[in-house]
């Protein structure tokens, strides 16, 4: 089983689209306390541009720069854990319009 997928498994993550790398851990402060920072990252190609709904051809859509969310983890250690969650910015060619991935981890609009 790849890194990828026990982490997903730890954190009870089911979308395939979130990846993590060998460095993915690190320990820091937040609000003043000591805290684990979970380092993901979220990636796709749209089928779809999500503004205007045009079917991605042709490079319609390309990416752009990314978005980083923290997310408080339902995760019962010494320290609290926050996933720091890089998501992929699309930029669409016909509205001009960018959008963020998508993520069944994240509720939308939040963080
Ligand atoms: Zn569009």
Do not use: W
């Amino acid at each position: 089983m790849s890194l990828t997928n026990n982490i997903r498994m730890l954190m009870d993550i089911q979308d395939s689209n979130v990846i993590f790398e060998e460095d993915f851990l690190q320990t820091g402060t937040f609000k003043g306390k000591k805290c684990k920072f979970i380092n993901g990252k979220l990636s796709y190609t749209p089928t779809h541009c999500e503004v205007c709904g045009i079917e991605n051809q042709n490079f319609t859509i390309y990416k752009n720069g990314t978005q980083t969310s923290r997310i408080t983890l339902p995760y019962h250690g010494i320290y609290p854990a926050y996933l720091l969650l890089k998501k992929q910015r699309f930029m669409c060619k016909s509205c001009e319009y960018s959008f963020t991935a998508q993520t069944s981890v994240v509720k939308k609009n939040c963080g």
